[in-house]
């Protein structure tokens, strides 16, 4: 198999990413492999800092990139960031909805009743994997409709397939992300282009910021009952690391994968297949 199919087959030269998120740890490194492969990376970031720090990063490494500042629940700030992507590349090809997270308000222990959960906290949550969703594809797939051509990538998780215990906001909230991937690749292909693709990845457990207070002891750093448990239920024996998602995450967002829309595929080290015996 040549370089040059390869190329062909899995290529990003020139195509214009747009990645929320990208200063947080799965989607800087996203960031960064795809402006290894060629691409020119628009990392969004609520945080200006995080994202200057990517594209900082990735300049130095000898690629394409631009920080923008945007709260992805705001839509005007959405569509402040795509006015800004296009004035320095003129076209947004593809998008990677990897904004989103947990907090501790919204997550039950034996001092946090599921009955006394903050509503807010549970929609902040919920706002925050959903709707910031919904919203980057309304702004940037209305560029895409007009052009009749990319593709969305979001980030759902393992949790929209298995309920996890202690996170009823996050998991439901990234099931909403898995059922709207489907409902908005059938939309995008019938009713504007079926060049227009839309699929998502659910990553299994990875360290995160968003989670790490879940998953490891604070004063001493050791795996938490919880941790433990999902070590001894990935039939890998370890958590994700960010370069896990890389290849799924060419796959899909590249013309290897030019049949494929409104799939959900896991990367999780096998959590979803053991039962536990």
Same mark, same amino acid.
């Given at each position: 198999m040549s370089k040059e199919y390869l190329h062909d087959l899995f290529g990003m030269s020139g195509l214009v990413v747009v990645v929320t998120g990208g200063g947080g740890i799965l989607c800087s490194a996203m960031s960064?492999?795809?402006?290894?492969?060629?691409?020119?990376?628009?990392?969004?970031?609520?945080?200006?800092?995080?994202?200057?720090?990517?594209?900082?990063?990735?300049?130095?490494?000898?690629?394409?990139?631009?920080?923008?500042?945007?709260?992805?629940?705001?839509?005007?700030?959405?569509?402040?960031?795509?006015?800004?992507?296009l004035q320095v590349w003129g076209q947004v090809d593809l998008l990677v909805n990897g904004a989103g997270g947990n907090r501790p308000e919204a997550t039950t222990n034996p001092q946090h009743s599921f009955f006394d959960l903050p509503a807010g906290a549970v929609q902040w949550v919920f706002n *925050?994997?959903? &709707?910031?969703?919904?919203?980057?594809?309304? %702004?940037? !797939?209305?560029?895409?409709?007009?052009? +009749?051509?990319?593709?969305?990538?979001?980030?759902?998780?393992?949790?929209?397939?298995r309920p996890l215990t202690r996170i009823p906001a996050y998991s439901a909230a990234k099931a909403a992300v898995s059922n709207f991937t489907q409902w908005l690749a059938v939309h995008m292909a019938r009713e504007y282009s079926p060049r227009i693709r839309v699929n998502a990845i659910a990553p299994g457990f990875f360290m995160t910021a968003q989670n790490r207070f879940l998953l490891t002891?604070?004063?001493?750093?050791?795996?938490?009952?919880?941790?433990?448990?999902?070590?001894?239920?990935?039939?890998?024996?370890?958590?994700?690391?960010?370069?896990?998602?890389?290849?799924? *995450?060419?796959? &899909?967002?590249?013309?290897?994968?030019?049949? %494929?829309? !409104?799939?959900?595929?896991?990367?999780? +080290?096998?959590?979803?297949?053991?039962?536990?015996?």
């Open positions: 960064q492999a795809l402006a290894r492969a060629g691409a020119r990376v628009a990392v969004l970031d609520v945080r200006l800092e995080a994202a200057q720090k990517v594209a900082a990063e990735i300049g130095a490494s000898g690629g394409e990139a631009l920080a923008v500042q945007c709260d992805v629940l705001d839509k005007a700030a959405i569509e402040a960031a795509a006015a800004q992507v *925050l994997n959903f &709707l910031s969703t919904l919203l980057c594809c309304q %702004v940037f !797939g209305r560029l895409m409709a007009e052009r +009749g051509d990319g593709v969305i990538l979001n980030i759902s998780s393992m949790n929209s397939l002891d604070e004063a001493t750093g050791e795996l938490t009952t919880r941790g433990q448990a999902i070590v001894d239920h990935t039939p890998m024996g370890r958590f994700g690391d960010p370069a896990d998602l890389l290849g799924t *995450l060419f796959w &899909l967002l590249s013309p290897a994968s030019s049949f %494929v829309t !409104g799939i959900v595929v896991p990367v999780d +080290g096998g959590f979803s297949a053991y039962s536990g015996v």
